[in-house]
């Protein structure tokens, strides 16, 4: 992962000149979550450095904002507030207006229907920002608040994990599927072959899961961060739906085509949306996975459809396999 002082190497403009006390006021509010106001950092630097004035520390706010390392965020209080940009992916809020905290979440539908809007209206976006407010279950519910030090790209790396993992179990349950029921002993092989992978996929991402539960023992229980109306988990169920119909190996390879595609298409359009971050990386591994899925299916999809009396060749290859499995 990249740190932070390495981000900021790569973020100073040109001609930004080292100042040691910047870089203190810069280090100190990457450490900060949530979205502070200009006063609360002047009060945490001030514990940190008496010497550093108010001015100092508003200048470097609006230099973190100019070079991209903080975003300013208006909750309509009559006063800015800043959050970090760092692995930080853009975002919207729901603000209680009972206890002014804020929480953060994404959801990629409704970015995707903002630039509909915006295309249809030949409008060029420069920023869009979601504010929903409201009041907070702890406040609706005189709950103890749940402690916030969970930072959003813990969050967001955990609901990542979370779609990849969900898609990769249905993905795997579809190939079991088809290998069950496809009688061409090639097409069997394809299915087992892609099972046995999802299967091992499937291993990997529980095992980072795991991981990742680790640096936050509160982390699972977390209200969900990223959003998606339909992910691509279901897909694969509705293409389990269809192999229940009876296909045979062709159709079967057609539908898992399909499945492997909108999986593909899905990790990989939105992954690139995202900004850098263990998320983004997430859904662009996954996407990569899939295109090999997709490859090995289309291949044999031709391969198939190249074969002359796939009947025969069912026939002579169980044998085989029957040969193989008692040796
Ligand atoms: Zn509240
Ligand atoms: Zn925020």
């Not at 103890?144 to 795997?172: K, N, Q, Y």
């Amino acid at each position: 992962m990249e740190q932070p002082s390495a981000y900021l190497e790569r973020l100073r403009p040109a001609g930004g000149k080292r100042s040691s006390k910047r870089d203190l006021i810069v280090n100190v509010f990457l450490r900060q979550e949530g979205h502070l106001s200009a006063d609360d950092l002047v009060e945490i630097i001030k514990k940190e450095d008496q010497k550093i004035s108010r001015a100092t520390v508003y200048r470097t706010l609006q230099w973190m904002v100019d070079a991209e390392i903080a975003r300013k965020v208006d909750f309509g209080e009559g006063r800015f507030r800043f959050e970090h940009a760092y692995r930080h992916p853009r975002h919207f809020h729901l603000i209680c207006k009972t206890c002014n905290r804020s929480f953060e979440f994404l959801s990629s539908d409704i970015e995707v229907l903002i630039d509909e809007v915006a295309a249809a209206r030949q409008f060029a976006t420069s920023q869009s920002v979601l504010q929903i407010y409201g009041t907070c279950d702890e406040c609706k519910t005189g709950r103890e608040p749940t402690d916030s030090a969970a930072t959003t790209e813990l969050l967001f790396a955990r609901d990542a994990l979370r779609i990849a993992i969900a898609t990769e179990r249905s993905g795997m349950a579809f190939y079991a599927r088809a290998a069950s029921m496809t009688r061409d002993a090639r097409g069997r092989r394809v299915f087992k072959r892609l099972a046995d992978e999802e299967r091992e996929h499937l291993t990997r991402l529980e095992a980072r899961y795991k991981e990742l539960l680790a640096e936050d023992s509160q982390l699972e229980a977390r209200p969900t961060f990223l959003f998606f109306k339909g992910a691509a988990n279901g897909l694969f169920a509705a293409g389990a739906e269809k192999l229940a119909k009876g296909v045979d190996a062709k159709q079967a390879l057609m539908i898992g085509i399909k499945c492997e595609r909108g999986s593909h298409k899905f990790f990989k359009r939105y992954g690139e949306r995202f900004e850098d971050s263990e998320g983004k990386q997430i859904f662009l591994e996954f996407a990569d996975e899939e295109r090999e899925h997709l490859e090995l299916l289309i291949r044999e999809y031709r391969a198939l459809a190249k074969r002359p009396g796939s009947k025969r060749t069912a026939a002579r290859r169980p044998s085989r396999r029957s040969r193989r499995a008692s040796a």
